[in-house]
């Protein structure tokens, strides 16, 4: 079936380090790709997606490329908060319509 | 705007106990979905549901039921509580759309066994 894998579990960075969490997903066509990010005590919440190869999704400074060649749709943030500390998850929209799978997710700690 | 409400927020149970969680959402989304969350292993999908009275069971269904009577409630059952379990539950929507599927998450609830 499909899946996806996010190689990172933990990322420890200090503020403005740059940031990427490592996204690869394993799916027939053109699946839509999203990232969401979930906060202490919250449920996740939607931060961009992606549907199109060569697509790019951001929002609040994050952002992503749908790559189909290498099957991967990588978080990147050029400087980070420690506000932006939380866990994001990678979730690919399966070819049942319906069905959306996430990743295992990537705890972000940010230090001041 | 809209919300999705999950009750209880905290529910401890007893081994081989019943359990039941509720979900109300107020977007008018036709597609509801329940995940379980466990420390290092993301969201698994348990059921979810295009529509009323529809049930779809997901990779992780085995041990719970789910209820979908009306567009704006879901409901799932754990049939009998596992001694030890800890978890978080968490429902959430999402508009009828081809290729959108953006999912709108309730807050979770907590569920410990003992």
């Known amino acids: 079936g499909d899946s996806v894998t996010q190689t990172e579990g933990q990322v420890a960075l200090s503020e403005e380090d740059f940031l990427t969490i490592h996204c690869n997903y394993s799916a027939s066509g053109y699946p839509a790709l999203f990232w969401y990010v979930q906060y202490p005590g919250e449920g996740p919440q939607f931060l961009f997606r992606a549907s199109r190869d060569k697509e790019k999704g951001s929002s609040r400074g994050f952002e992503a490329t749908y790559d189909k060649g290498t099957t991967s749709f990588h978080l990147r943030k050029a400087s980070v908060q420690e506000s932006d500390s939380a866990v994001y998850y990678c979730?690919?929209?399966?070819?049942?319509?319906?069905?959306?799978?996430f990743g295992k997710g990537t705890h972000l700690h940010v230090l001041p | 705007g809209g919300i999705i409400t999950q009750t209880p927020k905290f529910l401890i149970g007893q081994e081989g106990q019943k359990l039941t969680l509720k979900c109300q959402q107020n977007f008018n989304h036709d597609t509801m979905y329940w995940y379980r969350q466990d420390s290092g292993k993301g969201l698994r999908l348990i059921y979810y549901?295009?529509?009323?009275?529809?049930?779809q069971k997901g990779d992780l269904s085995e041990g719970y039921d789910a209820s979908r009577e009306k567009k704006s409630s879901f409901s799932l059952t754990v049939t009998s509580a596992q001694k030890n379990e800890m978890a978080v539950f968490l429902c959430?929507?999402?508009?009828?759309?081809?290729?959108?599927?953006?999912?709108?998450f309730g807050a979770g609830t907590r569920l410990s066994v003992l």
């Open positions: 549901s295009i529509t009323e009275n529809d049930l």
């Open positions: 979730a690919c929209h399966d070819t049942n319509a319906y069905k959306v799978i």
């Open positions: 959430a929507s999402s508009i009828d759309r081809a290729g959108q599927n953006t999912l709108y």
